[in-house]
């Protein structure tokens, strides 16, 4: 059962579609069951790549969208503007507050330098306790299986504590990732030292 208190669902992705069609596919299929379960979805705005597919399938499946776009970017023509919101803000740091401010759990599909900026910048908030929400990955075709290797790596030279690292859901099925992250407690704080 869903955990009436978690109402809107921030997807970081990427800018581009990727190669594969299995990210499209995943982020269709999430944006879909975002609406579909009654839930807002929150994202970085866009009408390209995988941001602008995520948000279409949402909106399609008569759902919330919640845009959050640096005005840079916004100037450069690359803004969705079919949302129920588009928040426009000064800079990345402010896109990436907000983001969090609005949102009540987190989900990256496949993306680049942003994507694993906003996912590995919301973990490390949760390491320090700064929110008690629930982030998962969406490993579609093994895309993150690189960094989960690398994680697991942190964990070994410890670097990362182990239960720093469970902070992070990871599934291969966007259905059963949004349903654990709807159903997870909420995060403990955990002393980093």
Request: glycine share 10%.
């Amino acid at each position: 059962m869903a955990n009436l208190n978690r109402q809107r669902i921030c997807v970081f992705c990427g800018s581009s579609s990727g190669r594969r069609p299995e990210y499209a596919q995943a982020a269709a299929a999430l944006g879909a069951l975002v609406a579909e379960r009654g839930l807002a979805l929150v994202y970085g705005g866009a009408k390209v790549g995988l941001m602008g597919i995520v948000a279409d399938a949402c909106l399609a499946a008569g759902g919330e969208v919640i845009g959050v776009m640096p005005r840079l970017l916004v100037e450069k023509e690359v803004a969705h503007t079919g949302l129920s919101k588009l928040h426009v803000v000064e800079s990345m740091h402010d896109r990436k507050a907000l983001m969090a401010e609005l949102s009540d759990a987190f989900i990256a599909l496949p993306g680049g330098f942003g994507t694993l900026d906003e996912l590995c910048e919301i973990l490390t908030w949760a390491q320090l306790g700064l929110h008690a929400k629930p982030t998962g990955l969406l490993n579609v075709a093994a895309y993150f299986a690189g960094f989960i290797a690398l994680l697991e790596h942190a964990v070994a030279e410890q670097l990362l504590k182990p239960v720093h690292h469970n902070l992070l859901l990871v599934d291969h099925d966007a259905g059963q990732l949004l349903t654990r992250c709807l159903e997870a407690p909420p995060v403990e704080a955990i002393t980093k030292w």
